[in-house]
């Protein structure tokens, strides 16, 4: 059995919160889809820059003005290396994956999207990968369509060619499922959707801390994530997107810091990224993501990958042992998590009997009705790993299934 470089127990001391206890037992955190926990490191990024140099950016020429503003840019340019991106003002900070993906449903279609023309999303997106693009369809007389996934939960790539065609104006699509953990073939989505002269978004909000990201390599339009699920802190998230899209697209809110000059006959736009990061930034929280990419860089992305790839291998395998489990989903490649039902037992009772013993998992649809509707089921139990879980954890959770099942009948 190969053995990962990772130091866990150095690694799980950087994270305050996995000693907590919950009902007297210990933490068992599985439910790093919805939200990461945070390192020491960064929880402390975030306070000295409260203790030691609070100030607005990009407007005062007092010192701690420009010491916030000169953190701001250092982490941009800590996401421009951490994605590849080829120049620092194609990272644009947002309030997190929805906002990214509103602005760009917003700001592209209304300048590359008119009546008759055609979007696609998949089957298995967050509502954040769906609702934005059907308001936008709505606004531009446009038509949704959706590729279909298989029962395994995997892109059926041949009926995406089918609904490839020359209307098609904008292909957004999830690197890895939330609900399903599916890895997606990103790379050869977004060729097929070129050759046809469709842009991609890729939402990447369950990719980025599990895989490496080069916007290049992989030629996406646009990129997103949020910075809470890479261990940052919430409110804070990354809109990537290619010079000459970001370029032509018109602002998505009107503010300041998002001008060149305002009069009332005419107001000009200011230079990528700030046309579209109108008003004062969430500071803290640019710090604290280029904090947490460092921290992540620091121990080795390879280290990390392979600890997490060994980690949900080994939960799979045990999880497999219960009786009466199914996944819900079997894709070939998958990251991060697992979906699963027991028998005909309700995902909410056995979820409140792991929170009892300690274990923290999600249950529900995960945002991801369409995915229920596929399965025809009211929702799943989803673990979701990071690379602080251990398979002491994994132990500790297959022991609360077998017991909930056992409650449960
Ligand atoms: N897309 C995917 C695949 C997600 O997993 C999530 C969060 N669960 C989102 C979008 C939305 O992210 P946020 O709520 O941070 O904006």
Not at 158 to 180: C, G, H, M, P, Q
Not at 221 to 241: E, M, N, Q, R
């Amino acid at each position: 059995m190969p053995t990962t470089k990772l130091n866990i127990e150095k690694i799980r001391a950087d994270f305050p919160i996995l000693n907590e206890t919950i009902y007297g037992k210990p933490l068992v955190y599985l439910d790093n889809g919805a939200t990461t926990q945070k390192p020491k490191q960064v929880i402390d990024a975030v306070s000295q820059y409260y203790n030691e140099y609070n100030s607005n950016v990009h407007r005062g020429v007092h010192f701690l003005s420009q010491k916030a503003t000169d953190a701001e840019e250092a982490a941009r340019r800590k996401v421009q290396h951490f994605i590849n991106a080829k120049h620092e003002y194609e990272v644009i900070f947002t309030r997190g994956t929805t906002e990214s993906i509103n602005l760009v449903a917003y700001s592209f279609c209304k300048q590359y999207v008119k009546p008759g023309d055609e979007i696609i999303v998949s089957a298995m997106e967050h509502h954040s990968n769906i609702v934005p693009w059907q308001i936008a369809c709505e606004d531009r007389g446009a038509t949704l369509r959706v590729i279909p996934i298989d029962e395994n939960g995997e892109l059926m790539l041949d009926e995406f060619d089918k609904l490839l065609n020359d209307k098609t104006r904008i292909v957004a699509v999830t690197w890895v499922s939330n609900t399903l953990g599916t890895v997606n073939p990103i790379r050869q989505i977004i060729e097929m959707a070129h050759a046809k002269g469709a842009k991609v978004l890729v939402d990447a909000a369950q990719a980025i801390q599990h895989t490496h990201v080069d916007v290049r390599a992989l030629d996406a339009d646009f990129l997103v994530f949020s910075g809470h699920k890479i261990y940052a802190p919430t409110g804070i998230g990354v809109l990537y997107g290619k010079e000459a899209l970001l370029n032509e697209m018109p602002p998505y809110q009107g503010g300041g810091s998002m001008i060149k000059q305002v009069t009332f006959a005419k107001t000009t736009w200011a230079d990528l990224p700030f046309k579209f990061e109108a008003g004062t930034p969430h500071v803290s929280g640019i710090i604290g993501l280029g904090k947490a990419l460092d921290y992540m860089n620091e121990i080795g992305l390879d280290t990390i990958f392979d600890a997490e790839h060994e980690l949900l291998e080994y939960a799979e395998a045990k999880l497999s042992t219960i009786s009466g489990l199914r996944f819900i989903g079997n894709p070939k490649e998958r990251a991060g998590t697992l979906s699963f039902l027991i028998n005909d037992i309700h995902p909410f009772d056995l979820g409140e009997i792991l929170d009892k013993q300690g274990i923290a998992v999600r249950t529900g649809h995960h945002c991801c009705q369409p995915i229920m509707e596929h399965y025809q089921i009211p929702g799943t139990v989803r673990a979701s790993f990071s690379f602080y879980n251990t398979k002491e954890e994994v132990d500790a959770l297959v022991k609360g299934i077998e017991r909930g099942a056992a409650m449960l009948g």
